[in-house]
Structure formats: structure tokens, C-alpha cells
């Protein structure tokens, strides 16, 4: 990528926009071929070398490792109970790791809460209870946006631009959506911080084909505006289709990491996690 470092001044995503008309990232295309492209100084956000699991329980996470590189989608595909969920807490402070570190875009968080994590620029939808029920679409959005004293208006069309739906059913409460599109409200409402980096824990979780082929669209879409995107996703196949790099996690390990089409066409990846 060419002298492309947005984050270089630190200025983020400030001055872009989240959804981007011309469908087409303006100064970070991703590369079409999968193909990881080192960028300078490391990733822009990586969990390295994790031990660590629930309170005083056992480990769940092994010397794991997971990251994303800038203008990129980073995939995290494994078994249920692999650790996936954990390995994505870990990264986002919810978690003690007992060894290995966190960097974003070179620095060490490993020792900041989740809520010092959002002000650094990390956006984060869990995997369950991502949104507020009760409160309507428009609320939880602003409820996304609670760390900024700035004029949040622009961002919020800016989602609303991203998902129509969400525009239309702003003023129903999101626990009467259907689940493709509260998932749409969680992933709107980690928008709203503008993060710097977003982290999805199974955004399609539930979902028909259709409606995660849409939302897999829109994640792309929101990759292309310079948001590089940690993933957990349980449709290995489809997810690594559109992943500049990929992980498999095993009990808590790094079991593959490679390009998304890489381990697309690994025999071993193949017969083992993707159903032959
Ligand atoms: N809050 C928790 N407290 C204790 N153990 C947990 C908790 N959440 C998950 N685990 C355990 O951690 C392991 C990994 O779970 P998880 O990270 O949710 O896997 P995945 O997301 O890959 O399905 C499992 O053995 C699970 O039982
Ligand atoms: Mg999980």
C-alpha cells in the first residue's frame, strides 16, 4: 500500500466518512488478491502471545494470538469452545491475560479498562447482548456515542446511510427488530464512537444466508472507509472469503493463520473446519 498510513498523525478516522458512495476505499484499497501486506511498525491492533481465562479458573487461552492489520478484515474462524469469544475479550480488557500483551497502533494497552479502550479508538460488538432492547434503534445509537461531547448528528446518518432500516425503525424499540437487523443497530452503535478499530464477535450469529451476505456487505463497506475489522465468525467458509488474513483457534491456540484464501484451499483447514 502506498505511504497509506491514516493513523500516522494519530488524526483516525476523523475526517472521513463511514459509509463511502463510491463503494470503494478512497486511500486504503484492500488488496483484492487477500494477499497480507505488512504494514510498517506492525499491526494496527494485536492481542500477542495471550495466556490467560476466567477469574481464577483455568487458562483458556493459550500463547494465542490475534490481529489486524490497517485496511483490512481479520477473520477468527474455530469449534465452539475453541476460545474465540474469550480471545476477543482478552483483546478488549475484559479479560486478565496472565502473559503476552496488547498493541494498538503500537501501543500497549494491556493494562487499560475496556472504557479507556473506547477513547483510544476500539469499537467492540459481543457476541451477546450487543444492544439495549427496550430502548429504541435512535436511543441506542446515542447511547453508542456516549464517550463523545462532540456533535454525534453526522455519524448517526452516516449509520443511517449504512443501514436504511435502521432509519426507518428508528424510533421502534430494537428488541422488536428481527436479528439481522438488531445486529445492524450493534454494529451501528459501535460506529458511533468512530473507532479506529472494530472488533465483530459473530455478527451473523442466527441469521438467514441472505441477510449475512448482506451484512457481510456492509462489513466490507465499513472496512473500505479505513476501519480495519476483528471478526469472529462461525460461517467459516463465507468469512474467510472475505478475510485478508484468517486464524483457526484450537482449544485456546493458534491451530492456522494464513491469507483467508490460503486457508480456504489448506486440505487439512478443509477437511477439518470447513466441511471438506
Ligand atoms: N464467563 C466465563 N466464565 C468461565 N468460563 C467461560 C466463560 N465464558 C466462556 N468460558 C469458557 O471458555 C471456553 C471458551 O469459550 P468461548 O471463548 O466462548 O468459545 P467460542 O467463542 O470459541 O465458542 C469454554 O470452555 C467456555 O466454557
Ligand atoms: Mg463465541
Redesign the pocket.
Known amino acids: 500500500m502506498s505511504n497509506g498510513n491514516p493513523y500516522q498523525d494519530d488524526r483516525g478516522n476523523k475526517d472521513r466518512s463511514i459509509t463511502n458512495p463510491a463503494g470503494q476505499g478512497s486511500q486504503m484499497p484492500r488488496s483484492k488478491s487477500g494477499k497480507v501486506t505488512a504494514a510498517p511498525g506492525g499491526p494496527f491492533l494485536i492481542g500477542e502471545a495471550m495466556t490467560g481465562?476466567?477469574?481464577k479458573?483455568p487458562d483458556?487461552l493459550h500463547d494465542c494470538t490475534i490481529a489486524v492489520d490497517r485496511g483490512e478484515i481479520a477473520v477468527?474462524v474455530?469449534?465452539?469452545?475453541?476460545?474465540?469469544?474469550?480471545?476477543?475479550?482478552a483483546v478488549f480488557g475484559m479479560l486478565d491475560v496472565r502473559s503476552g500483551r496488547v498493541l494498538l497502533d503500537g501501543e500497549d494497552i494491556t493494562a487499560l479498562t475496556p472504557q479507556d479502550r473506547v477513547v483510544k479508538g476500539m469499537g467492540f460488538v459481543p457476541?451477546t447482548s450487543n444492544i439495549f432492547t427496550s430502548m429504541t434503534v435512535e436511543e441506542n445509537l446515542e447511547m453508542g456515542a456516549f464517550i463523545r461531547s462532540d456533535d454525534f448528528r453526522d455519524t448517526m446518518a452516516q449509520v443511517y446511510d449504512l443501514f436504511p432500516i435502521l432509519k426507518e425503525k428508528r424510533y421502534q424499540a430494537a428488541g422488536e427488530l428481527s436479528g439481522g437487523q438488531r445486529q445492524q443497530v450493534a454494529v451501528g452503535r459501535a460506529l458511533m464512537t468512530k473507532p479506529k478499530v472494530l472488533m465483530l464477535?459473530?455478527p451473523t450469529a442466527g441469521v438467514s444466508p441472505i441477510v449475512m451476505d448482506e451484512l457481510f456487505d456492509r462489513i466490507i463497506e465499513v472496512a473500505r472507509t479505513g476501519i480495519p475489522i476483528l471478526m469472529?465468525e462461525?460461517n467459516a467458509r463465507q468469512a474467510l472469503e472475505i478475510a485478508d488474513k484468517g486464524y483457526v483457534?484450537v482449544q485456546?491456540r493458534n491451530a492456522f493463520t494464513d491469507t483467508g484464501k490460503a486457508l480456504m484451499a489448506d486440505p487439512e483447514v478443509r477437511k477439518s473446519f470447513l466441511g471438506g
Open positions: 481465562g476466567y477469574g479458573g483458556i477468527i474455530g469449534p465452539n469452545g475453541a476460545g474465540k469469544s474469550t480471545a476477543m475479550k457476541q464477535d459473530e469472529v462461525q483457534l485456546g
